[in-house]
C-alpha cells in the first residue's frame, strides 16, 4: 500500500511540476525574443545559429528555474491534497507525515542532482559555446557588431562611424574613419558607401570603401595629404576580437578548471575572490534546490493558504527571496561582509532555518505563522498613535 500511495504522491507532483517547468521556461526566454526577433529578420542570421544559441541557453536557465519549477509543483500538489481532504485520509490511514516523504525525499534528490549537474558542467559549457558561436558569427557577419550613428571602438586603434547599416547584406553608409594605428601618420576617411567583409584566406576583415576622401596628416598638422577614391580597401585588425574569443570569464570553467585558476591567482586578490565564489555558488545551488523542495511541503500543507494561484505566488515568492539573498551574498563576498567561502551559503542557510521552523510547526499541527506576533509588535505602535491623537 505504502508504493501505491508513494507513486500517487509522485504522479500529482510531476504534473504541476512539468507544466511550471515549462511555463518558467518560456517566460525566461521571453526576455530573449525580441532580440532573437531582430537578429533573424533585421540581421539576418541563419535559424541554425538561432537555434544553437537557444539550446546553449537552456542549461544556464534550467539552473534556476528547475527549482523553481518542483517548489511550486509540491506545494501545488500538497495543496490539492489538503484541500480535497485526501491528505487527512491518508493521515486517518496511519501514514505520517515521515513516511509521506519518502517520494519527496527522493524526487528532490533527482531535483538537486540535476541542478548540480547543470550548474557544475552544463551551465559553463553552454555559455562557453555561446561565446565561441557569438565571435564565430561576427567573424563572418562584422556588421553585426556596428551599431548606427556609434562611435564603435572594437577595433585597436581605429574608430569606426557608421551612420547607417543596411539590415540585409550589411551595407554601409555615411562612413567616417580615425585610424591611429600608425602614429606618426594617422588619417581620417570619409566615404559614402562600403561593406565589411570577413576574408577567410587573409583571416582578416576587409572593410571595401566607395566614393570617399582619405586625409593623412604628419607630424606637423600643415603637412597634409588628401586622395579622393572610387574604391579602397582598409584590413582591419582582428586582434581585439581573438582576444575577446580567447578570454574565459570564471563561469566558462569547470570545477576542475576553478580549482587549478584558483591556484595560480594570487591570494585574497579579486580575480581569487570570483573564483572562490564562483566554485561555491556552484555547490550551494543543489543544496539550496534540495532545501527548497523540502521547504514547499509544510507550506502546501497549510490550511492557511487555499487555491492554486495563492500556491503559486508562494513558491515564487519563496524562490524570488531566495534568488535575492543569493544575489546579496556575492555581493558582500566582494566587499568583504562575508568569507567568499561562506557568502554563497547565506541563502541555504536562510532556507535551511525557515524549513525547520516551518516544519516543526507542521508536526505539532501549528499555524505555520504565529499572527500573536505581530499583534505584539503592532500593540505598542497602536498606543503610540492614539497616545499622539489625544
Same mark, same amino acid.
Given at each position: ?107 528532490? &534528490?533527482?531535483?538537486? *542532482?540535476?541542478? $548540480?549537474? @547543470?550548474?557544475?558542467? %552544463?551551465?559553463?559549457?553552454?555559455? /562557453?559555446? !555561446? ?73 582578416? &576583415?576587409?572593410?571595401? *570603401?566607395?566614393? $570617399?576622401? @582619405?586625409?593623412?596628416? %604628419?607630424?606637423?598638422?600643415?603637412? /597634409?595629404? !588628401? ?73 502546501? &500543507? ?89
Amino acid at each position: 500500500m505504502p508504493r501505491i500511495i508513494h507513486r500517487y504522491l509522485l504522479r500529482e507532483i510531476l504534473h504541476p511540476f512539468l507544466v511550471s517547468l515549462l511555463a518558467f521556461t518560456l517566460i525566461v526566454f521571453s526576455g530573449r525574443l525580441l532580440i532573437i526577433t531582430r537578429m533573424i529578420l533585421v540581421k539576418g542570421i541563419g535559424l541554425g545559429e538561432i537555434l544553437r544559441s537557444c539550446l546553449y541557453l537552456l542549461p544556464y536557465l534550467l539552473v534556476f528555474t528547475l527549482p523553481m519549477a518542483a517548489t511550486v509543483g509540491i506545494i501545488l500538489a500538497f495543496l490539492r491534497l489538503s484541500v480535497d481532504y485526501e491528505m487527512m485520509a491518508l493521515k486517518t490511514a496511519g501514514l505520517s507525515y515521515i513516511r509521506l516523504m519518502v517520494p519527496i525525499c527522493w524526487f528532490s &534528490l533527482a531535483v538537486a *542532482l540535476a541542478t $548540480g549537474f @547543470l550548474s557544475l558542467y %552544463g551551465s559553463p559549457w553552454g555559455q /562557453r559555446a !555561446t561565446r565561441l558561436q557569438l565571435a564565430e558569427v561576427l567573424r563572418k557577419r562584422a556588421d553585426l557588431g556596428l551599431q548606427e550613428q556609434t562611435f564603435n571602438t572594437d577595433f585597436q586603434n581605429l574608430m569606426l562611424f557608421v551612420n547607417r547599416v543596411s539590415p540585409k547584406g550589411g551595407e554601409l553608409s555615411g562612413i567616417f574613419v580615425n585610424d591611429l594605428r600608425e602614429s606618426a601618420h594617422p588619417q581620417n576617411i570619409y566615404a559614402q558607401r562600403g561593406s565589411l567583409k570577413y576574408d577567410p584566406g587573409q583571416e582578416a &576583415l576587409i572593410l571595401r *570603401l566607395e566614393d $570617399g576622401r @582619405l586625409i593623412r596628416w %604628419g607630424k606637423d598638422l600643415r603637412d /597634409r595629404q !588628401t586622395v579622393e577614391f572610387k574604391s579602397y580597401e582598409l584590413p582591419l585588425p582582428l586582434i581585439h576580437l581573438a582576444v575577446k574569443s580567447r578570454q574565459v570569464s570564471e563561469r566558462e570553467l569547470s570545477p576542475g578548471e576553478l580549482r587549478e585558476a584558483l591556484r595560480q591567482s594570487v591570494p585574497d586578490s579579486p580575480r581569487a575572490v570570483r573564483l572562490v565564489v564562483e566554485l561555491h555558488q556552484r555547490l550551494s545551488l543543489p543544496l539550496g534546490a534540495l532545501l527548497l523542495c523540502f521547504l514547499a511541503v509544510p507550506l502546501g &500543507l497549510s490550511p492557511q493558504i487555499h487555491g492554486r494561484t495563492w500556491g503559486l505566488i508562494v513558491g515564487l515568492i519563496i524562490f524570488i527571496v531566495y534568488y535575492i539573498v543569493f544575489t546579496a551574498s556575492w555581493r558582500m563576498a566582494f566587499s568583504r561582509h562575508l568569507h567568499p567561502v561562506l557568502a554563497p551559503y547565506l541563502a541555504d542557510a536562510l532556507c535551511l532555518v525557515g524549513t525547520w521552523y516551518f516544519w516543526s510547526r507542521t508536526l505539532r499541527e501549528l499555524p505555520l505563522l504565529q499572527v500573536n506576533w505581530f499583534r505584539r509588535l503592532l500593540k505598542p505602535l497602536a498606543t503610540v498613535t492614539c497616545l499622539r491623537k489625544s
